[in-house]
């Protein structure tokens, strides 16, 4: 009977300490509710009623969250709903410093916030730096955009530089857990992998993104695609076409918003691969070839084009773009593009209006602003992607409709060097055989296609890394194997893009790499020497190695790209990002050997690819005997060039 007594005691207890409180504020909630409904909106108490009621919805809320966790809304001062419509981790530019934020997008504020750093097991919180009312935030004009100060871009050496220590630990995290390695030391490599992709995500983005509030401050984040940007502004401006009111909130009103960010976020890690689960696809690691067929859905003509983009490294890089077509509603491109991935889940398509007039200038990037008619992205699903054969779908975006085609080919089948049957051609045919026919020591091809893209594509925006469409390489690519008359004719004409993929796609193609399979191991080993002085030597004795066609070809084209890379302000593409697109391609050998602790497709590009890349970089940083010398001398140069 005690017992009994004690149990009934301790529940009492338990009720009044527990329940009680909760229920007297539900009733009292109760209560400022039915005042609220009988209380004059003019009356002096009217807000404190409402401010009352807020909190103790609020409070209600956070206590019953076990109950329904997928609470999506706060409320307002108004005692209205405050839904959360958008939130992501953006770079934001503050005082020349990038800072990672996590910023929230509600039904009638803006709010730019940073996870609290909490001591092991603590409930995360996030810190408000700054909040817009929607009624009070505008964009900037063209002259606001012109007055604003210029973004400078991250050096892309470093950007590089970063690329390559992922990959590199990557393929070390491969090979503990092969070899069953100490999870200590897995952590550890995980750490460093997540510091460099951390770098990685906060020094790479250079789209900017402005915003304004009223009383005159300004905010600028920096985005890595236009898709990006295009869906925050949208986002906004379809909130602002409400009536909306400006507000001020008090401190307590802050923290409550603040606070349930963290429960309503819906993006809770920051986009890198190291906060993925081992189970999680790794993405696709390879070539992906893409057909833009045509679009409909447009209500007036205008200029249309489509570019391409896919995330790498948790970011999204344009990677092609098709050809405009002009004052047209139903534009048909039909155009094949091949597409490197780097681990990539997603590709996105946009769609634009080419802008033609001059004076639209973006200050932000010194380039034309043309207007963004539709975006969609789709997931690349390895089950569906990874057949032999096309697939076709249609992806929508604002009432327009792009109908593409897709497939996928794995990096060792897309880059393996199969020799040409008809040696009459240029493709697939040794070097030495073309120049000897030719009676030359630069091939036609080459010279040609690297006078073209320096006559008129070396100011081109991401010329070489940007792809041309497919169906024109393999149309040039047929002429200069037939020798056809019209070459000249077809290059003038041919969009410089293709022109630099024909080039690109014929030294991929020679049947052994341009500094050819016998040295191959041997510019691994030299690129890897740690002594500055034992590496030149070894690195000029191998150049001097090479057969005379491979060695003035490459001195050739080594003075080319660094013409190109004189003009990396205009033309964004630096001496790393025109060694990452031509390592591969000079030094693939024909025949990859296997490497049994390679355990992945990552770990293929970690280890021949950053090696590759490296050596052309080496000879680009620290140039040889120059063409102009080797043309001088009579003996290299007895026949045309």
Known sequence: MEILLIIRFCCNCTYALLYKPIDRVTRSTLVLHDLLKHTPVDHPDYPLLQDALRISQNFLSSINEDIDPRRTAVTTPKGETRQLVKDGFLVEVSESSRKLRHVFLFTDVLLCAKLKKTSAGKHQQYDCKWYIPLADLVF?????????????????????????????????????????????????????MFENEFLLLLNSPTI?????????????????????RSEWREAIQKLQKKDLQAFVLSSVELQVLTGSCFKLRTVHNIPVTSNKDDDESPGLYGFLHVIVHNAKGFKQSANLYCTLEVDSFGYFVSKAKTRVFRDTTEPKWDEEFEIELEGSQSLRILCYDKCYDKTKVNKDNNEIVDKIMGKGQIQLDPQTVETKNWHTDVIEMNGIKVEFSMKFTSRDMSLKRTPSKKQTGVFGVKISVVTKRERSKVPYIVRQCVEEVEKRGIEEVGIYRISGVATDIQALKAVFDANNKDILLMLSDMDINAIAGTLKLYFRELPEPLLTDRLYPAFMEGIALSDPAAKENCMMHLLRSLPDPNLITFLFLLEHLKRVAEKEPINKMSLHNLATVFGPTLLRPSEVESKAHLTSAADIWSHDVMAQVQVLLYYLQHPPISFAELKRNTLYFSTDV
């Open 208 to 228: 900017p993104f402005r915003i304004h509030s009223r009383n005159g401050k300004s905010y600028l984040f920096l985005l890595s695609s236009d898709y990006e």
């Open 140 to 192: 900037p004009s063209p002259e606001e955009s012109e007055a604003s100060p210029q973004v400078h871009p991250f050096p892309d050496h470093e950007l590089e530089d970063m690329k390559m220590k992922i990959s590199a630990l990557k393929s070390e995290i491969q090979k503990e857990k092969a070899n069953k390695g100490q999870s200590r030391a897995i952590e550890r490599l995980k750490k460093k």
